[in-house]
């Protein structure tokens, strides 16, 4: 039998599709991986169920992509890492597998996943796939919702579109968490999280379809005053993440869920956390900065 991918959603035919007739354990040959991408430039969010992978698995599965990234983004220290740094941390445990404690520094940072985000878009060249996979879920909560952001952009009034057509921001992580009021960055974290620029509507390599990129990381808009800015962002993300925009994916155990970060927004929704929840995250990088692409 071979891959077959259908949307989750029937009354939303080109966001969030299912592939079944796939079993990453086994290995992904270079066809079936072409399918798998063409599906990701019809729906950007795919969902792989029942994939019982290893680290290395999940990891050579992605290869397909493109070029790899690390761990960069997170905050804990070298020595306290729970997973090498070719996988992201997407979990609330140390790395002993202790739930971490409630005002443990890492577990604030990772908060900030529940904002609206896109993966690494305040690293120069950003997240292109993520591929995460649900290792151990708390039972319930805990959902991802994925916005559309090709859809988002295609509801945009005309007017809107031009002014934001053109658009430089800056993003970084001392943004996102800042909103949180998460502000105690060390020297070092403020160098390697400085802000980088990213175009507000970028154009998909493949399907040629215009999507706006925001995420909490951006904080700024080059040559805009901030608080005006802001509000403008504020704007954007309250439209794009609109109901009809989001599907919120309900997690089983050994789930793959993997998205393009160029065309959409994730977040986590809130769970129990005092129960661990493990997930792994492995991710694509993209192949340039957004203003070295054609857009
Ligand atoms: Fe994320």
């Not at 919702?145 to 295609?154: I, L, N």
Request: hydrophobic share 40%; charged share 25%; glycine share 6%.
């Amino acid at each position: 039998m071979g891959i077959a991918i259908k949307p989750l959603r029937p009354d939303r035919p080109d966001f969030a599709g299912e592939v079944t007739g796939i079993d990453i354990a086994k290995g992904v040959s270079a066809a079936e991986a072409a399918a798998v991408e063409a599906g990701m430039d019809k729906y950007a969010v795919l969902v792989l169920r029942e994939q019982r992978i290893t680290d290395a698995q999940q990891y050579a599965f992605s290869q397909h992509f493109g070029p790899m990234e690390t761990a960069t983004g997170d905050i804990a220290k070298l020595e306290d890492r729970r997973l090498p740094m070719e996988i992201n941390d997407i979990s609330n445990l140390d790395k002993h597998g202790r739930v971490l404690p409630r005002d443990d520094r890492r577990r604030l940072f990772g908060l900030g996943n529940m904002l609206w985000h896109s993966d690494s878009s305040f690293k120069p060249t950003p997240a292109k796939f993520s591929l995460l996979s649900a290792r151990t879920i708390p039972g319930e909560g805990g959902n991802t919702e994925f916005a559309d952001m090709r859809a988002a952009w295609d509801a945009l009034d005309p007017e809107l579109q031009a002014e934001c057509r053109d658009l430089v921001c800056e993003h970084s992580q001392i943004y996102s968490r800042g909103q949180l009021g998460f502000t105690e960055f060390t020297p070092e974290e403020r160098i390697k999280w400085a802000p980088v620029p990213q175009r507000l509507v970028r154009r998909h390599p493949r399907s040629g379809r215009l999507s706006l990129y925001l995420a909490a990381h951006a904080g700024a808009i080059r040559g805009w005053p901030v608080p005006e800015a802001r509000m403008f962002l504020r704007d954007l993300n309250e439209h794009a993440t609109q109901r009809q925009f989001v599907y919120a994916h309900v997690w089983r155990q050994w789930d793959l869920v993997m998205w393009d970060n160029r065309a959409t927004m994730h977040r986590a929704r809130r769970y129990d956390m005092t129960k661990p929840r493990d997930m792994h995250r492995t991710t694509v990088a993209d192949s340039a900065p957004t203003l070295e692409q054609a857009a």
